[in-house]
């Protein structure tokens, strides 16, 4: 599946449009396999499907699966289970192949539960207007409230791999149900969801244009830069720059030293944080919100984005610092870079 799943929901109970499998009839193959630990042990329920999903299957008591129906061709065999590190293979199938494939045993370490971004706006029907207060719950636990626009933001919620369920609910609408497929770890999904039934009128209900999801999804940003620590760049700052590329933009910012050299032709120093002996090149840098450069590394920070898709840069050189970016090594400094 995409990382990012739009769905449109409305009336009655409604489905993500699934990805296709490639699941046909025909010459088609199985694969079979066991999954262990990494001390040998079988790792029952983990679920095991090729490509994108949903079409999956869980291995038993003693790890093994077997999946059936897959066509020649190359697909991804991908093996998940909460409190191990997601596994995936690129495995080649030739017509002529044998019709069964033993892959062995499959070992997985492990690692975090799997987590993900729910962004959604909740109307009354598709292209109504925005309704306040749906409830929003997630494989059964409520998890939010919309807001005046209709907006729910679930950042870094945990999740389960493989199919969920997010159901609104509002007394003066049917409830709507929406099933997805998480695949792949720090996936992001936006949701629309049309509520049927008029809802009733109540007199001094003034409805304001909803803003826009990417407004919703900027929102910490602007609270972060109220509070005055750090500095932070807006795409307008950045218009006026008229910065032909993204190091350009950072050019004459407090702490910020932008130098030609280095593998890369140019690189960005922080100024020396308290407890450091040496100015520190190569801060952390994240994107939005996900790690792309730990401490220590460098990076062509013009080839990763470019300053016409950015929105917004927040940058860290001191060591006062939100703790949604505070990590070991950050001391260096921080770039956050979120993109339009």
Same mark, same amino acid.
Request: aromatic letters at 8%; hydrophobic letters at 40%.
């Given at each position: ?12 109970? =409604? ?78 199938? @030739? ?48 998890? @939010? ?12 919620? @945990? ?51 909803? @803003? ?26 950045? =218009? ?69 898709? =950015? ?30």
């Amino acid at each position: 599946m995409n990382a990012l799943c739009r769905s449109f929901l409305a009336l009655a109970v =409604v489905s993500c449009l699934w990805p296709s499998v490639a699941f046909a009839q025909g010459a088609t193959k199985t694969v079979v396999g066991t999954v262990v630990d990494s001390d040998g042990r079988p790792i029952r329920g983990a679920i095991v499907f090729m490509d994108e999903g949903p079409s999956s299957v869980t291995t038993g008591a003693v790890g093994a699966f077997g999946l059936e129906g897959i066509t020649p061709g190359e697909h991804t065999l991908n093996v998940r289970m909460a409190g191990f590190t997601p596994r995936s293979f690129r495995l080649m199938f @030739a017509a002529d192949d044998p019709e069964r494939r033993d892959v062995g045993g499959i070992m997985l370490e492990a690692g975090p539960d799997p987590r993900a971004t729910l962004l959604g706006q909740v109307t009354g029907g598709l292209g109504g207007g925005p309704i306040a207060n749906a409830v929003v719950e997630l494989n059964g636990t409520r998890v @939010a409230l919309t807001d005046e626009d209709g907006i729910f933001l679930l950042p870094d919620i @945990a999740i389960a791999w493989g199919p969920n369920q997010l159901e609104v609910h509002h007394l003066q609408f049917n409830d709507v149900v929406d099933e997805f497929w998480i695949a792949n770890p720090d996936q992001t999904l936006e949701f629309y969801v049309g509520l049927d039934v008029e809802p009733i009128e109540l007199s001094g209900i003034v409805v304001e244009t909803p @803003a826009t999801l990417n407004e919703i999804r900027m929102r910490p940003f602007y609270e972060r830069r109220e509070k005055g620590i750090g500095h932070f760049i807006t795409h307008d700052d950045i =218009v006026e720059r008229d910065a032909r590329n993204f190091t350009n933009a950072l050019r004459g910012i407090p702490g910020v030293r932008v130098e030609f050299g280095g593998r890369y032709g140019v690189q960005v120093f922080m100024t020396r944080s308290p407890g450091t002996r040496n100015q520190c090149p190569s801060p952390v840098i994240y994107l939005d919100g996900m790690l792309i450069v730990d401490n220590g590394e460098e990076i062509d920070l013009n080839a990763l984005v470019d300053p016409e898709a =950015v929105e917004g840069v927040e940058l860290y050189s001191g060591v006062s610092m939100p703790i949604e970016f505070n990590r070991s090594g950050s001391t260096c400094g921080i770039i956050a870079i979120w993109t339009r």
